[in-house]
């Protein structure tokens, strides 16, 4: 059984930064496609960074150049940073993992999601 636990969300202002963790990540998630999605209110399910099994990683263009995905083998988590945040990131954000994903930025790919952890950006 797999279990999602995002952490690290809240409100800040418009320029701020926060830092987003995944916990319990499967041990063996080198082997998933592992990925951050968003969901803004009234708004379809996003992709914002995808960490595929060949070892890329493949932002959206709304993100790129301030966010960072990374992670920690040994604590088995993943992280996303997230600087110069803008109104517009103003999402609950999900992570999501699948041992095979065909179209990576699909949410109905993924097997495995969080409860998700609210982030608000105010101007």
């Known amino acids: 059984h797999v279990q999602l636990v995002e952490s690290g969300g809240g409100s800040v202002q418009a320029g701020g930064s926060l830092r987003l963790s995944c916990a319990a990540v499967?041990?063996?998630?080198?082997?998933?496609?592992m990925a951050w999605f968003r969901q803004g209110a009234g708004k379809e399910r996003e992709a914002v960074v995808v960490?595929?099994?060949?070892?890329?990683?493949v932002y959206a263009d709304s993100v790129k150049g301030r966010f960072t995905f990374s992670k920690d083998n040994d604590k088995n988590t993943l992280y996303l940073q997230m600087n110069s945040l803008k109104p517009e990131d103003t999402a609950m954000y999900y992570c999501?993992?699948?041992?095979?994903?065909?179209?990576?930025?699909?949410?109905?790919?993924?097997?495995?999601w969080g409860q998700g952890t609210q982030v608000t950006v105010s101007k």
């Open positions: 960490f595929e099994r060949d070892g890329r990683t």
């Open positions: 499967p041990p063996n998630y080198s082997s998933f496609c």
């Open positions: 999501a993992g699948a041992p095979v994903v065909y179209s990576p930025t699909e949410p109905y790919e993924y097997n495995y």
